[in-house]
């Protein structure tokens, strides 16, 4: 088992490059795959104090290397210096009672408690996985039970007898008892450990399909993807959602004049400031080219009502804008349009809307956002040019 762990943990890290902690699990069952080895040297060979102390280092080693890839996997920084001296001090441990009393409580305690010590350390570290869920929960109850396992081993190893000597235990039914339990509880670990690093490998697999390679934001695949939900938010919750589509003005110059490298220069930066405009809760999306759209929720304006978060947004990005360009750059403006979701509406008829609205403020001179109200609000009202500063103030 431990050696299927570590050709899995291994596909894993080669697979997906930004899985460090795979790497790291992948060490962990290693170490654990020795473990039994030593065991059946000591069984079949005259170098027994050898691979008693052997198969008791690579163990500890084992699930402290699984405490720092739980670490790696939860997004901090390894501790794996902390972690050496935990193994360090454990073997010193091991030689400090190796002439002691096989049996007694006060051996079999010491014996155990750098495993219950490590086992604790990969519970902290599972506790800080930002991944809540099922699975988290079973691992946290898994090296919990682990952690009390160790606790309990010395009450077992007195109770049916450890050996006289590490031969005679690797013949005792303690020792069948002892590793059997310790195997299925790392084994049951180490599937939930496979099933959160494949998880999150696939997560971050269709984060990097719906994100734009340039600007770093969603694209239209991932827009396709999460616009449904918030649809679906709004119509339960009886909230608006507003769809702002604006496209760069006179894009092609800056690209004809100053090149394409300045171009996406310029894209990058205008991503950066829709981030920066934007609260958490709204989607900006590249929709391609020059091209962008954010879907924003509403739940304070009536549905008629001009000034909504998405008109006020829109405002601020103009504004934003009159400072955006470097000096010796053309000035950038932007032209766009906001619609509001009509309940049962589907999500190209939503961004078609707003697109046909863009175009209208293209052909009425660029550098405005025109609203869907236009039909009952006189076009001098929604249109944003000269006067955005005068509304907006």
């Known amino acids: 088992m431990a050696a299927l762990f570590v050709m899995t943990y291994g596909v894993v890290a080669v697979s997906y490059p930004r899985q460090r902690a795979a790497a790291w699990f992948m060490g962990s069952y290693f170490l654990g795959f020795l473990t039994p080895v030593c065991e059946l040297m000591i069984r079949f060979t005259d170098h027994v104090p050898i691979f008693s102390l052997l198969g008791y280092a690579v163990f500890l080693g084992g699930i402290l290397m699984m405490s720092v890839g739980v670490q790696a996997f939860a997004g901090r920084r390894p501790a794996w210096r902390f972690a050496l001296l935990v193994w360090i001090a454990g073997i010193a441990l091991r030689l400090a009672i190796w002439g002691g009393a096989r049996g007694s409580m006060p051996y079999e305690m010491l014996f155990q408690l750098p495993f219950a010590i490590a086992s604790f350390l990969v519970l902290l570290a599972v506790r800080r996985i ?34 006289a000597s590490a031969k005679v235990y690797a013949n005792s039914v303690y020792a ?80 004809d004049d100053y090149g394409h490298a300045t171009g996406d220069a310029v894209l990058v930066a205008f991503a950066r400031l829709l981030e920066t405009l934007a609260t958490r809760d709204v989607l900006t999306v590249r929709m391609g080219g020059e091209e962008f759209a954010l879907l924003v929720p509403d739940g304070e304006s009536a549905p008629d009502a001009i000034d909504n978060r998405a008109t006020r947004l829109g405002r601020s990005i103009r504004v934003a804008l009159e400072s955006f360009m470097d000096p010796g750059m053309p000035r950038l403006t932007v032209s766009g349009g906001v619609v509001r979701y009509i309940k049962g509406e589907a999500l190209d008829g939503l961004v078609a809307r707003a697109d046909q609205l863009a175009y209208r403020a293209k052909r009425a001179g660029r550098d405005r956002i025109l609203h869907d109200r236009s039909d009952v609000v006189p076009e001098r009202n929604i249109v944003w040019p000269e006067t955005a500063r005068l509304v907006a103030g």
């Open 130 to 163: 930002g991944q809540k869920g099922l699975i988290r929960g079973l691992l946290m109850g898994i090296f919990s039970i682990i952690c009390g396992h160790f606790l309990a081993k010395p009450f077992l190893a007195i109770s049916l007898g450890s050996g």
């Open 176 to 255: 069948v008892a002892s590793q059997v339990s310790t195997g299925v509880l790392l084994v049951a670990a180490g599937l939930c450990l496979m099933l959160l690093v494949i998880q999150k490998a696939l997560e971050e697999s269709i984060l990097d399909a719906e994100t734009d390679p340039l600007t770093k934001l969603t694209n239209r695949r991932g827009l396709n993807r999460i616009a449904p939900r918030l649809m679906a938010e709004a119509e339960r919750d009886g909230r608006g959602l507003y769809v702002l589509v604006l496209d760069l003005d006179h894009f092609k110059r800056i690209n």
